[in-house]
């Protein structure tokens, strides 16, 4: 039965002995046919195109596979590998065929928008998310903190054309907040708006339809503190226990 895999070596070269040593050791003499050139009863030599040196390593059905040389690093087992893998040196005899052309190079994609905050689960009960206006978007705040001065700053445009809602206190657990009647839910400063409409992205598409005659009729939703708070939305008023907040 023939193997798929000759070696050719002489007695006398000590790589090609190590060779056969680690066939044996690998249990590979079924894969590899050791022939020793400087036997009297061998008849067989390697191809001439495979040039000088031993140990040589050729791939049976493909004589232009080739491996020259033993190292115990790679093994015969690697070696193996790369002459079944195709992975073998072609013989210096055939010019090796053309190089593959590049393909088109991929046209850029557009930049991506930067990671908002995650969306945490609200604390609030899904009725005051319902009853909050829709396409606004509601920042809890505390005229103590620092950060929500920031925010106040940061927005300061979009308060003013009524897209955020500024309210102070709240039943949430840290200033600012963020909140709509979607059921979206974010705590704490975002770097920007971009951010922020990441978070709360529906609030960004009823800000870009929104008239000045909305943005009035929302303001005169907001009712002054009294024992009760009430949020408005475009179609009916709510009204929930007082949470000590108030318009600013």
């Known amino acids: 039965m023939s193997k798929p895999i000759k070696m050719f070596g002489t007695s006398s070269c000590p790589h090609c002995v190590a060779a056969k040593k680690a066939i044996e050791d690998e249990r590979m003499g079924n894969m590899i046919q050791i022939i020793m050139l400087d036997d009297p009863k061998n008849t067989e030599q390697p191809p001439k195109s495979a040039g000088n040196g031993v ?42 065929g053309p190089m593959p052309r590049p393909g088109p190079m991929p046209r850029p994609g557009p930049m991506p928008l930067p990671a908002g905050p995650k969306n945490k ?34 927005f300061a445009n979009e308060i003013t054309n009524g897209l955020i809602v500024p309210l102070e206190g709240g039943p949430v657990k840290a200033f600012p907040s963020f909140a ?69």
């Open 55 to 96: 140990p040589l390593f050729i791939l049976a059905k493909d004589p232009t596979k080739v491996v020259k040389g033993f190292n115990k690093q790679k093994g015969i087992k690697g070696i193996v590998n790369e002459l079944m893998n195709g992975t073998g040196s072609p013989t210096p005899g055939r010019r090796p």
């Open 121 to 154: 689960p609200s604390p609030l009960p899904q009725e005051h998310h319902d009853a909050m206006p829709p396409g606004t978007i509601i920042m809890f705040i505390m005229p103590t903190c620092g950060f929500c001065k920031q925010a106040m700053s940061m």
């Open 180 to 248: 709509t009647n979607l059921g979206t839910f974010s705590e704490g400063l975002p770097s920007n708006l971009n951010e922020l409409l990441m978070a709360h992205p529906i609030a960004e598409g009823y800000a870009a339809r929104r008239s000045m005659a909305n943005k009035r009729m929302r303001e005169n939703y907001i009712s002054p503190p009294s024992s009760k708070y009430s949020y408005y939305n475009a179609y009916a008023k709510v009204d929930y226990p007082n949470w000590n907040v108030g318009t600013l």
